[in-house]
């Protein structure tokens, strides 16, 4: 059993910055591959980026190449969404999501292949 809690959420001008956390709780995280998701308000959730639990891989959405970075710290159960350059279409729920698997470079967009999620922050870029 994995928990998972996010922070870090709030808002912020376009052209800014903001960095999310995702704290983990449970003995099998150091075997999950993490994820981020979004939901905007009336929209499908859909995913932002992904990392494998070696640290070794990660994989991005078209829209936030180049602006966001995924990380990991393992010594703190913590995957990390840094995110640059935000726009007012970057707005929604961000979600982090965890996935067990024995292959150390396995990254994956698919939300269905996740087992574990957090509730998500509120991230808001407006003026």
């Known amino acids: 059993q994995v928990q998972l809690v996010e922070s870090g959420g709030g808002l912020v001008q376009p052209g800014g910055s903001l960095r999310l956390s995702c704290a983990a709780s449970g003995r099998t995280f150091s075997r999950c591959a993490m994820g981020w998701f979004r939901q905007a308000p009336g929209k499908e959730r859909e995913f932002v980026a992904a990392?494998?639990?070696?640290?070794?891989?990660?994989y991005y959405a078209d829209s936030v190449k180049g602006r966001f970075t995924i990380s990991r710290e393992s010594a703190e159960n913590t995957v990390y969404l840094q995110m640059s350059s935000l726009k007012p279409e970057d707005t929604a729920v961000y979600s982090c999501?965890?996935?067990?698997?024995?292959?150390?470079?396995?990254?994956?967009?698919?939300?269905?292949?996740?087992?574990?999620w957090g509730q998500g922050t509120q991230v808001t870029v407006s003026s």
């Open positions: 990392i494998s639990w070696s640290g070794g891989s990660t």
């Open positions: 999501a965890a996935r067990f698997t024995i292959f150390p470079t396995s990254v994956t967009m698919f939300e269905n292949e996740y087992n574990y």
